[in-house]
């Protein structure tokens, strides 16, 4: 079996993050984003995931190399020449997809985080027999969102209604999608949306079908959502393998802790942290629902919250960080220096407080 992943551009809206690595590659929970998504594509059968990118795919490939093997699942990449939306790169990839089997294919968004429940959807495609699969996720605020409308009882899906101004529904597609070969007949090589153009199509011909996702969902492409996306993987986690999050006295909630990081004495840390490898947390140290990158230094009495800070950054001595400030790469924040939401570029030193959310360059 096989799955494709729409990488896609830039990643602007997870800068200055993305100014390191592709989006990707970018950590969540202690792994690369792209890593939740092809472990779990791993673990139901799938032999072969592309990559549909348009920005640095030579990094991609030589970062997931070492995957590959570890893994035991083979890589490649389907590169645009241009951004060609949702639906195009599936064309652009319609050789590595198709292979003699007939069966279907997954296509995944790298952005969404859930508990992946792939192999119920492979039940759910089989069971209804129509050409295409698509997992949906209910939400408190459908306004924000495309809504899809389906028939309860069969998950056959009528319509697409973008952003309703009535309550039509509240269930949205989730970007996890299960196709039959046949669909990519109805793609033309050209930027077009599968959402928009394709899914629409089918649904007119009753062929599409919606399973709603169990469990948890977030798209964790911007910092407010990456942090609350944070915490419900971490809530999922602990449902699922306990052994895996930190425990003691110092341990508040959920919290994930890479074991070659060391935490010193009379540290408060939870809930809803990440601290990655080789990271060194001082003694006095306050983290909350932050997430703290490989190679980072948290100096003594330092309090973080609901901010992020990039790998290999310092924070120093009763410094105070929150209220989503984003440190990239190599950042160093003086001692006592505060920082109300700033997002800073990477190799900074802060030597003055940033009262105000504001992006330093």
Same mark, same amino acid.
């Given at each position: 079996m096989k799955a494709l992943i729409l990488v896609g551009g830039f990643g602007t809206r997870l800068r200055p993050l993305t100014l390191s690595v592709p989006k990707p590659l /970018?950590?969540?929970? @202690?792994?690369?984003m792209i890593l939740h998504q092809i472990e779990a594509l791993k673990a139901i059968g799938v032999?072969? /995931?592309v990559l549909a990118i348009n920005y640095q795919p030579e990094v991609m490939l030589n970062f997931l190399k070492e995957f590959e093997t570890k893994i035991g699942i083979k890589i490649t990449c389907s590169q645009e020449t241009e951004p060609l939306g949702t639906a195009g790169p599936l064309a652009l990839a319609r050789d590595k997809l198709i292979d003699e089997s007939g069966e279907p294919f997954f296509v995944l968004n790298s952005d969404v985080i859930s508990e992946y429940p792939l192999k119920e959807m492979i039940q759910f495609h089989k069971s209804h027999g129509g050409e295409a699969s698509i997992m949906v996720t209910k939400v408190d605020e459908p306004s924000k969102y495309g809504v899809v409308v389906l028939e309860e009882s069969t998950g056959q899906v009528e319509r697409f209604v973008e952003k309703p101004k009535l309550f039509v529904g509240n269930k949205i597609n989730a970007g996890i999608y299960l196709l039959d070969p046949s669909v990519l007949d109805r793609i033309e090589l050209r930027p077009t949306s599968i959402e928009k153009e394709v899914f629409p199509k089918i649904a007119l011909e009753k062929k599409l079908y919606a399973m709603v996702l169990p469990g948890f969902w977030m798209d964790i492409g911007q910092p407010k959502d990456y942090i609350i996306g944070l915490r419900l993987y971490l809530d999922s986690l602990r449902k699922r393998t306990s052994s895996k999050l930190a425990s003691g006295t110092h341990i508040v909630? @959920? #919290?994930?802790v890479d074991e070659t990081a060391t935490i010193g004495e009379g540290c408060l840390i939870g809930p809803d942290v990440a601290i990655g490898p080789g990271c060194i947390v001082e003694s006095g140290v306050r983290l909350s629902r932050c997430t703290v990158m490989r190679g980072v230094r948290i100096k003594k009495h330092a309090c973080i919250s609901s901010s992020i800070?990039?790998?290999?950054?310092? #924070?120093g001595q009763w410094a105070r960080v929150e209220n989503m400030t984003i440190l990239g790469e190599d950042v160093h924040v003086c001692d006592e220096i505060y920082s109300n939401g700033g997002v800073v570029l990477p190799h900074k030193e802060i030597k003055s407080s940033i009262l105000k959310p504001e992006i330093v360059m």
């Amino acid at each position: 079996m096989k799955a494709l992943i729409l990488v896609g551009g830039f990643g602007t809206r997870l800068r200055p993050l993305t100014l390191s690595v592709p989006k990707p590659l /970018v950590d969540f929970a @202690n792994k690369p984003m792209i890593l939740h998504q092809i472990e779990a594509l791993k673990a139901i059968g799938v032999s072969e /995931v592309v990559l549909a990118i348009n920005y640095q795919p030579e990094v991609m490939l030589n970062f997931l190399k070492e995957f590959e093997t570890k893994i035991g699942i083979k890589i490649t990449c389907s590169q645009e020449t241009e951004p060609l939306g949702t639906a195009g790169p599936l064309a652009l990839a319609r050789d590595k997809l198709i292979d003699e089997s007939g069966e279907p294919f997954f296509v995944l968004n790298s952005d969404v985080i859930s508990e992946y429940p792939l192999k119920e959807m492979i039940q759910f495609h089989k069971s209804h027999g129509g050409e295409a699969s698509i997992m949906v996720t209910k939400v408190d605020e459908p306004s924000k969102y495309g809504v899809v409308v389906l028939e309860e009882s069969t998950g056959q899906v009528e319509r697409f209604v973008e952003k309703p101004k009535l309550f039509v529904g509240n269930k949205i597609n989730a970007g996890i999608y299960l196709l039959d070969p046949s669909v990519l007949d109805r793609i033309e090589l050209r930027p077009t949306s599968i959402e928009k153009e394709v899914f629409p199509k089918i649904a007119l011909e009753k062929k599409l079908y919606a399973m709603v996702l169990p469990g948890f969902w977030m798209d964790i492409g911007q910092p407010k959502d990456y942090i609350i996306g944070l915490r419900l993987y971490l809530d999922s986690l602990r449902k699922r393998t306990s052994s895996k999050l930190a425990s003691g006295t110092h341990i508040v909630g @959920n #919290v994930l802790v890479d074991e070659t990081a060391t935490i010193g004495e009379g540290c408060l840390i939870g809930p809803d942290v990440a601290i990655g490898p080789g990271c060194i947390v001082e003694s006095g140290v306050r983290l909350s629902r932050c997430t703290v990158m490989r190679g980072v230094r948290i100096k003594k009495h330092a309090c973080i919250s609901s901010s992020i800070i990039g790998w290999h950054s310092t #924070v120093g001595q009763w410094a105070r960080v929150e209220n989503m400030t984003i440190l990239g790469e190599d950042v160093h924040v003086c001692d006592e220096i505060y920082s109300n939401g700033g997002v800073v570029l990477p190799h900074k030193e802060i030597k003055s407080s940033i009262l105000k959310p504001e992006i330093v360059m």
